[in-house]
Every structure is written in structure tokens, then in C-alpha cells.
């Protein structure tokens, strides 16, 4: 008989114990902030500022490059009023995927872990984002040409085809959900597609050559700060970037 396990009646941890008459917690500290910081914040679904940030860790992202994306998101957090915005993260290829959260050290934490690594499924992760995330904007991170999402497809004869009626950006449109779009590093690939998502959108195009200046200056996409993109208070150069498109 000693080969039979027995079977464990308990109910499972709800993080508290009995000690002395009194409920104690047992839960991680890490844990504990988390619960108490969602206990005193408003629900995040319902804020006015719902951002959707779509991040490109492809393994074209690998090394500084990965980090300075890390530190561009600590300070979007910085700047962020999470009185009135939430957050939330997809990435692709996909790895995380944090829901709305109004929660700085929760979106930041959880950036932190990312990795660099695969190809550019773009596409997938802009039509999954806007399925999944009741968000009021997007805003797309890349380096590079997505793996599955072109600009155009040249006919026979070299002609442009029209994709004005691209189904994914259709949707956005139709929702009035603009996607800003920041290209970042010394490659021009991708550049052109992130124009035209921003252009078909509503939204701003960034392209930052040096990507420490995307670092430190990522937060002026925040509700807060973007208006001074949209009327021209801020230009490329005080952003370091070398092109801003409204």
C-alpha cells in the first residue's frame, strides 16, 4: 500500500493563513504590491486613454537596442497620467500580453522581461490587439520590415497595386483608433509601412536614427504630451529624431 498517493483535500491558497486568530498573508511582496495596487486604482478598461503599445522583439532587437526599448517604456511610464490612461502590451513575435493596466511597475516589470527573438509578425499582432484591447490608440515599435505585412505588391508590368482598403487598418479606421508608429535604428526597412499605418490611421510617424533619443523622448506619445507633436510645439530635432510625420 505505500505506493498510493494520497490525494490532497486541502482548498487551494488564497495567499492568507490563521496565525493566532488573525489572517496573515502569505503571499510574495512582489505580489502583495500588486494587489494592493490594483485595490486602489480605478478600473483600467474604463479610463479615457486606453493605449495599446505593440512591440517589435524580433531578433533584430537584440542587445542595446532591446534595452533602450526597456528605458523608452520606464519613461512612458514617467510620463504617463495613469489617472486617466491605462497601458497594455503585446508583442511580436508574441511573448507578452498584458492587459489594460493603469499600474506603472506592473508594465514595467513585465517589459523588462522581454527578449529578442524570431521574425516580424506585425500584422498578427496589430488585428490581434485591436480583438483583444478596448483601446482608444495604438502605438507600434519596429526596426524593420514586418514578415508578413508589405506596403504594396508590384503586378506584372511594376505598377503600384492600391491598398487603401487594407482589411486590418480598415477596421482601425471604421473604430477611429488612430496607431502612432515610431521606426527606430539606422535601417530603412519597415519605414515605409509604418508610414502608411500612421497615415491610413490618423496617427503620428517618429523615425529615430539614434535610439537612445527614442529612449528618452518616447513619452511624448503619452495623452499628456502628444498634442505638442500634433501642433508643432515639439519638432524632430528637440526629439532627436530625424522625421516626424503628423
Known amino acids: 500500500m505505500s505506493n498510493i498517493i494520497k490525494k490532497d483535500d486541502s482548498p487551494p491558497s488564497t495567499g492568507l493563513s490563521l496565525s493566532k486568530g488573525k489572517l496573515k ?7 502583495s504590491r500588486v494587489n494592493t495596487a490594483k485595490a486602489s486604482q480605478p478600473d483600467a478598461a474604463s479610463m479615457p486613454h486606453r493605449l495599446c503599445l505593440m512591440l517589435d522583439r524580433s531578433s533584430s532587437m537584440h542587445g542595446d ?15 504617463c497620467d495613469f489617472q486617466n490612461s491605462s497601458i497594455a502590451v503585446e508583442t511580436f513575435p508574441a511573448s507578452l500580453e498584458l492587459s489594460l493596466s493603469s499600474i506603472s511597475f506592473m508594465i514595467t516589470s513585465s517589459v523588462a522581461a522581454i527578449e529578442a527573438h524570431g521574425n516580424t509578425p506585425m500584422k498578427k499582432c496589430v488585428q490581434g490587439s485591436l480583438e483583444k484591447i ?4 495604438g502605438i507600434i515599435v519596429s526596426d524593420g520590415e514586418a514578415t508578413d505585412w508589405h506596403v504594396y505588391d508590384l503586378n506584372d508590368i511594376g505598377d503600384e497595386v492600391d491598398t487603401t482598403n487594407d482589411d486590418v487598418l480598415t477596421l482601425y ?19 515605409e509601412l509604418l508610414r502608411y499605418i500612421a497615415k491610413q490611421t490618423g496617427g ?5 536614427t539614434d535610439v537612445s533619443a527614442f529612449a528618452n523622448n518616447f513619452g511624448f506619445l503619452t495623452p499628456s504630451y502628444r498634442a505638442q507633436l500634433t501642433d508643432g510645439r515639439v519638432d524632430a530635432a528637440t526629439l532627436g529624431a530625424t522625421e516626424v510625420r503628423r
Open 134 to 137: 478596448p483601446m482608444t490608440r
Open 204 to 208: 503620428i510617424y517618429l523615425k529615430f
Open 65 to 79: 537596442k532591446m534595452q533602450l526599448l526597456k528605458d523608452a517604456i520606464d519613461n512612458f511610464c514617467n510620463r
Open 173 to 191: 479606421k471604421k473604430a477611429s483608433i488612430p496607431i502612432d508608429c515610431v521606426h527606430i535604428g539606422d535601417s530603412s526597412g519597415g519605414e
Open 25 to 31: 498573508s502569505t503571499s510574495s511582496p512582489f505580489q
